[in-house]
């Protein structure tokens, strides 16, 4: 008859059921430790990328506020622009309304005063008083004399009488060169 030791199966089998117990800690604390680092890796990664983002986030609001601004100042320039245009125009018209005025002005002689005076399609009209045809005659030749008018023509000249004395209202148009 033989022996058996069965107190050596089971040790072994208590060895081996050990070493598998420890292999399956040693590989649940190797799967949780990558598993954590990779986590972790990822957590750091995610951070960094949200704080990128909101860097980049910040650099857009102050891009669209100075695109904002740009915006605005274009608005503003055209307007400029305009206001220029119309002063300008405004100058330009003025220049030549004073010449107007002041060829007029040089062409009226004594004893003749003006009661009104208009504008209307390149056409000026005089409408005044004097105290004798003469007078009124040498308007007409002033005015052909200057550089700014043309077709000076007498429309009408009427006699009144008021308070006893007596004058003349009279009626010239004239063209704008």
Known sequence: MTRINLLINKLIE??????FIIFIITTII???TSTLSIYFVKLWQYKGIKQDLD???EQLLDIEEVISKTES???EKELMKKRIDIIKNLLKDQMIWAQILGEINKSIPSGVWLQNFT?????LS????????YPIANLMINLSKSYL???V?????DKVTKSEKKYHNFHIIFKLT
């Open 149 to 151: 008018f043309t077709e």
């Open 55 to 57: 860097l980049v986030e």
């Open 119 to 123: 504008f209307e399609e390149s056409r």
């Open 153 to 157: 023509s007498l429309i009408s000249i």
């Open 73 to 75: 100042l274009k608005k």
């Open 30 to 32: 190797v799967v949780l």
């Open 14 to 19: 208590r060895r081996k059921k050990k070493r």
């Open 126 to 133: 005089l409408k005044g008083s004097s105290f004798g045809n």
